[in-house]
């Protein structure tokens, strides 16, 4: 059985940065990539970028570019996402989602963290 | 970039009845196009993907159609549980994955 388990909340002050992380359990990890979707209050679903861990290659969306970095760690199959210089807008649900090789739609999803950008 | 643009932004509807979502992208995503039902406080949830392939678990009053650029999401008899949103998510052209920006559905 396939789960994605992310943990806690985090509340950041604006220009600081955050690493959300997302344990996968269950499947093959090197059969698949991981995504992050972020999701402001009261807000629609925005992806940010996504990693295939088995070979570290990573994308990212051109609005984040510079801002956001994916990483893997293969032996705890662990995926995290850093974002920097954080702001009020930054303020969100922040989800891992899993994509099947060659598939690209997400069929698992973690419970999401919520990043809270304050003073 | 493709936008995905939903309507309507919320639909009104009696438990029993029809209800039927609309998705369209602005360039032809073939046939790669999902559908997600989130419900307060969860995840989102795999409903469709391939444009009308049911994910596993869904039950078949949830269909799905379409190809290019118009999709439709049918939920044949509304059961309570199904009042939610929905969104639509292009993977045929990325970076990045665009999701539509969603559809309530809501009790009447």
């Known amino acids: 059985q396939v789960q994605l388990v992310q943990f806690g909340a985090e509340v950041k002050k604006p220009g600081s940065s955050v690493k959300v992380s997302c344990k996968a359990s269950g499947g093959t990890f090197s059969s698949y990539a991981i995504s992050w979707v972020r999701q402001a209050p009261g807000q629609g679903l925005e992806w940010l970028g996504g990693i295939i861990p088995v070979f570290g290659t990573t994308n990212y969306a051109e609005k984040f570019q510079g801002r956001v970095t994916i990483t893997a760690d293969k032996s705890t199959r662990t995926v995290y996402m850093e974002l920097s210089s954080l702001r009020s807008q930054d303020t969100a649900i922040y989800y891992c989602?899993?994509?099947?090789?060659?598939?690209?739609?997400?069929?698992?999803w973690g419970q999401g963290t919520l990043v809270t950008v304050s003073s | 970039e493709i936008v995905m643009t939903q309507s309507p932004a919320t639909l009104s509807v009696s438990p029993g009845e029809r209800a039927t979502l609309s998705c369209r992208a602005s360039h032809s995503v073939s046939s790669n196009l999902a559908w997600y039902q989130q419900k307060p406080g969860q995840a989102p949830r795999l409903l469709i993907y391939?444009?009308?392939t049911r994910a596993t678990g869904i039950p078949v009053r949830f269909s799905g159609s379409g190809s290019g650029t118009e999709f439709t999401l049918i939920i044949s008899s509304l059961q309570s549980e199904d009042f939610a949103v929905y969104y639509c998510?292009?993977?045929?052209?990325?970076?990045?994955?665009?999701f539509g920006q969603g559809t309530k559905v809501e009790i009447k």
């Open positions: 989602a899993r994509s099947v090789l060659e598939t690209y739609y997400f069929d698992h």
């Open positions: 391939a444009a009308s």
């Open positions: 998510q292009q993977y045929n052209n990325w970076p990045p994955w665009t």
